[in-house]
């Protein structure tokens, strides 16, 4: 039995990839601070996890987090443009600090991977599509810039220190669990709560920007397989599916899902955010052996219905 630090447990992708590790029957450590995570996505593992409660700027909370661990997972992170646009400083701190922290505490332990949450936000606005690794990274977003910093900090700790580090750049991540009620909400929860209520979804430009949506599942598969490919160490890679929608199109999608009409609003365009997003995943396929299991429609039906019942 391994044992897993997942640092951000109580968020939406950390508390999925605790999941799957318990159902695998390894053992799990989870660091959150709760700012943003929430004890309800844990609800259910509480006697079968550790639970440490601070934060990962803070040096004795990480030094006790990766004591006796095999692998960290780091999810932990204060996420969404728009808030990094608001309080840059805040985004900086936690995101750059906190990683940084917890990669000079892991070299300590020597830990046997450290696996960290980068962002497809690193590429920025470059027309070329899809995204791939070669390309030059040109982040907007003060949240972007901050994730290309820990996924730079993460390359350099095994290059400098030998840690076996990889970074995993997420495309749009969405699925059960996902918070639909903060101001911050990413556009799929927002979108079902609105479209169910039978309210306008608000969309920001014409709605004919493009993402590559990936399940969730896909991205705790990357993240386990990141673990142990013997490749791994040292790289990036994106992780999505290599397919992207368009807003207009995915509010269709969870219309006809649900059953109802939709009649969009739609606001200017909001600083900071991305026209086009599709990846390349040929590096993840090869170095990782990844393979999306679960494609954008079946992932949407199954967020649907995961909302439904939980609402």
Not at 31 to 36: E, G, I, R, V
Not at 179 to 208: C, H, N
Not at 242 to 267: D, F, H, M
Request: net charge neutral; aromatic share 8%; with cysteine.
């Amino acid at each position: 039995m391994a044992h897993y630090l997942v640092t951000g447990g109580g968020g939406f992708i950390g508390s999925n990839i605790v999941q799957a590790l318990i159902e695998r029957g390894q053992q799990v450590r989870v660091l959150d601070n709760f700012a943003t995570g929430r004890r309800q996505n844990l609800a259910g593992f509480e006697n079968k996890i550790e639970l440490i409660e601070g934060d990962i700027r803070d040096r004795s909370v990480a030094e006790r987090a990766v004591a006796g661990v095999d692998y960290v997972l780091h999810q932990a992170a204060l996420g969404s443009v728009p808030r990094s646009v608001q309080d840059p400083v805040t985004s900086n701190e936690v995101n750059v600090n906190g990683t940084l922290n917890l990669l000079w505490v892991a070299k300590q332990a020597r830990v046997k991977r450290f696996v960290t949450a980068s962002s497809s936000s690193v590429y920025g606005n470059t027309p070329q599509l899809p995204k791939e690794e070669s390309m030059s990274p040109n982040p907007i977003s003060p949240y972007a810039v901050s994730k290309l910093a820990c996924e730079r900090y993460t390359t350099s700790f095994h290059a400098v220190y030998g840690l076996p580090t990889v970074a995993l750049r997420y495309f749009n991540v969405f699925g059960p669990k996902q918070d639909p009620l903060s101001q911050y909400a990413a556009v799929i929860p927002r979108f079902i709560t609105v479209i169910r209520k039978g309210e306008a979804p608000m969309v920001y430009g014409d709605g004919e920007q493009s993402r590559d949506f990936t399940y969730i599942e896909n991205v705790v598969q990357a993240n386990l397989l990141a673990c142990t490919a013997p490749e791994a160490p040292g790289q990036f890679m994106n992780i999505a599916c290599g397919e992207r929608y368009s807003l207009n199109t995915l509010l269709q999608l969870i219309a006809e899902i649900i059953g109802k009409e939709v009649r969009p609003i739609y606001e200017s365009e909001r600083s900071g955010d991305v026209k086009h997003s599709l990846a390349s995943i040929e590096r993840a396929k090869k170095v990782l052996g990844f393979s999306p299991t679960v494609n954008f429609r079946d992932g949407l039906k199954r967020t649907v219905a995961w909302f439904v019942e939980n609402s």
